[in-house]
């Protein structure tokens, strides 16, 4: 309902109506991660490596899930990231941050490496050499100690706005009551077949630890 697309059913959905919003403002608050659909980033998307196919990625998905873990929970709240807004952790979690982490690797033989353009273009965005370590390594900036587990609901937008849409927005989490610690269930894999397509989900895997 956040982001106005339901990323397992592929469906359009409508707009909140209680955070004072009208539908326009929201559809262009939220037009960048309405594609992506609401979940957390563990692995960052990849095209898949020409000798597997999707189906051998869908059976290390649930092998993964079936390891024995520390069980990971947060407690959600509204918070400013960079130029965004998104649900992330109270306080940060060291289970959600070694599952990100054990994602990142267990299915990084899958990741066809980056093409020069790829890696120009997150460089382009100004990384530290650290980051830029972990995108030639890993395919993605932003993992290990640069990771931060959040679920996105904007686009980037103007600072000034941010204190006024975070407020509404974490009023109506309140009004969900859902401030209690939310565990991190299952895992899903999730597909786009073009640039600009929406994500789907392909297949979830409950975590069994």
Same mark, same amino acid.
């Given at each position: 309902m956040f982001l106005g697309?339901?990323?397992?059913?592929?469906?359009?959905?409508?707009?909140?109506?209680?955070?004072?919003?009208?539908?326009?403002?929201w559809a262009e608050?939220?037009?960048?991660?309405?594609?992506?659909?609401?979940?957390?980033?563990?692995?960052?998307?990849?095209?898949?490596?020409?000798?597997?196919?999707e189906t051998d990625?869908?059976?290390e998905l649930r092998r993964f899930a079936a390891w024995p873990r520390t069980p990971a929970a947060i407690e959600p709240?509204?918070?400013? =990231?960079?130029?965004? +807004?998104? /649900?992330?952790?109270?306080?940060?979690?060291? #289970?959600a941050n070694r599952l990100a982490a054990d994602c990142m690797t267990a299915f990084d033989g899958f990741r066809r490496p980056l093409t020069a353009d790829e890696r120009l273009?997150?460089?382009?965005?100004?990384?530290?050499?650290?980051?830029?370590?972990?995108?030639?390594?890993?395919?993605?900036?932003?993992?290990?100690?640069?990771?931060r587990f959040h679920l996105t =609901?904007?686009?980037? +937008?103007? /600072?000034?706005?941010h204190a006024?849409?975070? #407020?509404?927005?974490q009023a109506r989490l309140d009004r969900m009551n859902a401030?209690?610690?939310?565990?991190?269930?299952?895992?899903?894999?999730v597909r786009q077949d073009a640039p600009s397509a929406p994500f789907r989900v392909v297949c979830q895997a409950p975590l069994d630890g």
């Open positions: 697309y339901d990323c397992y059913a592929g469906d359009d959905l409508g707009w909140p109506e209680d955070v004072g919003l009208d539908a326009r403002a608050l939220t037009r960048e991660p309405r594609r992506y659909g609401f979940h957390a980033t563990l692995k960052a998307p990849f095209r898949l490596r020409s000798e597997f196919r990625l869908a059976g709240v509204i918070r400013s =990231l960079g130029r965004f +807004i998104a /649900v992330v952790p109270a306080e940060p979690s060291a #289970a273009k997150r460089l382009d965005g100004g990384l530290s050499d650290r980051q830029i370590a972990n995108l030639d390594r890993w395919g993605y900036p932003y993992v290990l100690d640069e990771f =609901l904007t686009g980037p +937008i103007d /600072v000034e706005r006024s849409i975070v #407020a509404s927005l401030r209690d610690r939310v565990p991190i269930a299952q895992l899903a894999l």
